[in-house]
């Protein structure tokens, strides 16, 4: 009679385990194809931002503080209440949650967060920056982001920041004499006042300015990703740790990974530690009614190529040699039409809405629109319809929520410096 029991207890328990590995071991199971695709999502895998030969000063700890101070300060702007902060705020991310940044003005794109912009060759939705110092430019002059001008930014620095400037850029030149007007470059007053300064004065207010960025791109580069509970996932996968794999991620975010790596194809273009090839894609984003037409890489490239503060630019600190990316990218070409860069996936939940003009407010209408495919309004989209069920979006979107992770950034960097 006990042995039966014994017996029955048994087989019990071996119905139990069997069930137990039926429904657990098959979702931690992966191919040696897969797993290798899994590793190569692993933070773990990325490195510390790459050397940014145009700029001596990226990993020089003083111009980190001297760009962190002029990151939030509102002065530098037309009207005195726009900083980088405010369309790049750290509490979401780094971006302002908009569908269209808001400076001084409306901008026609959405903000991108500036974490890991640093590990980028390219910056802007459209490439037209060759670099992360280069890129802080732009706004400062944009007609709607900061909208005002290099030389009143110059007679700033001269006012505010005389001391941290020289401790880092050397003597600052006499500007004294110059014209300081507040206005934005596309106002012609401004216009008469540039035009009428000789070679030279202008050659000044230039590397001044050049300077500037290459001090906010020290300090952007000190905003990294931090690892979020897929990496956890990811490193006990390498480790064949299977308890942290199963406390780590549910069943239903492991599927989306399986998907995001597979079916959804989505790898192809979000993969790396960062979740982005950082290069360009169309993918039959529509466009948004009352904006300019977009021509995204198309117009990009050129941009680049004719930008005074690129790698190859007279303010750059490369070698022609450092500057592959500039010489040898594609500048023309039909497949470029409507391209943009894919940003980084990690903490993507929290950064809605999306798209370079805002165009799908939650997750699902982007999965929706990869999933059914529509004609791009211009050039070649890459997208095939995917043919995902309801059940696998919700799974997909369920992996992208185990992408939050912290900033890998001392807690100085991430607030406003004292005055």
Known sequence: MIGSRWIIALIVMMIVSVTAFVLWRPQQQWTE???????????????????????????????????????????????????????HLP?????????????????????????????????FWDGR???????ALGPLESPVEHGSNRTFYAHLLAEHYRAEYEAIFGPLPDISALPRHPGAVDDP??????????????????????????AIAAYERLIVPGPSRFDVYAQALIEGD???????????????????????????????P?????????TGVPDVAGLPTER??????QEVLADEFNCLGAYSDAAESDCAELRFMIAE???????????????????????????????????????????????HSELEPLDLSEVETEQIIAFLNSLNGPVNAEQRWLAAPAR
């Open 33 to 87: 194809e897969e797993a290798a695709a899994v590793h190569g999502l692993w933070i773990g895998n990325l490195p510390t931002p790459p050397a940014e030969a145009s700029n001596r000063y990226a990993a020089d700890e003083g111009a980190a503080e001297f760009g962190h101070r002029l990151f939030f300060d509102t002065r530098f702007s037309a009207n005195g209440e726009i900083s980088c902060a405010s369309c």
């Open 91 to 123: 509490e979401l991310s780094f971006q302002d949650g908009l569908a269209l940044a808001e400076g001084v003005g409306i901008n026609n794109r959405r903000t991108m967060t500036i974490i890991g912009a640093a590990y980028s060759p390219w910056l």
């Open 129 to 135: 920056k060759d670099s992360l110092w280069a890129q």
């Open 189 to 214: 007053a401004v216009v008469a006042i540039w035009e009428a300064l000789t070679t030279a004065e202008q050659q000044t207010v230039n590397r001044i300015f050049a300077n500037m960025g290459k």
């Open 242 to 272: 299977s308890a942290t794999m199963q406390a780590a991620l549910n069943e239903d975010e492991i599927a989306g990974l399986r998907l995001f790596i597979g079916k959804a194809q989505c790898i192809q273009c979000h993969n790396g």
């Open 274 to 282: 960062l979740f982005t090839n950082n290069d360009f894609h169309n």
């Open 296 to 301: 995204g890489r198309a117009l990009g490239a």
């Open 333 to 379: 070409g039909h497949e470029l039409e409507r391209q943009f860069r894919p940003t980084s996936l990690r903490n993507v939940v929290d950064r809605a809405p999306f798209m370079h003009a805002g165009q799908f407010a939650t997750l699902a209408e982007v999965l929706s629109h990869y999933n059914t495919a529509p004609e791009a309004p211009a050039g």
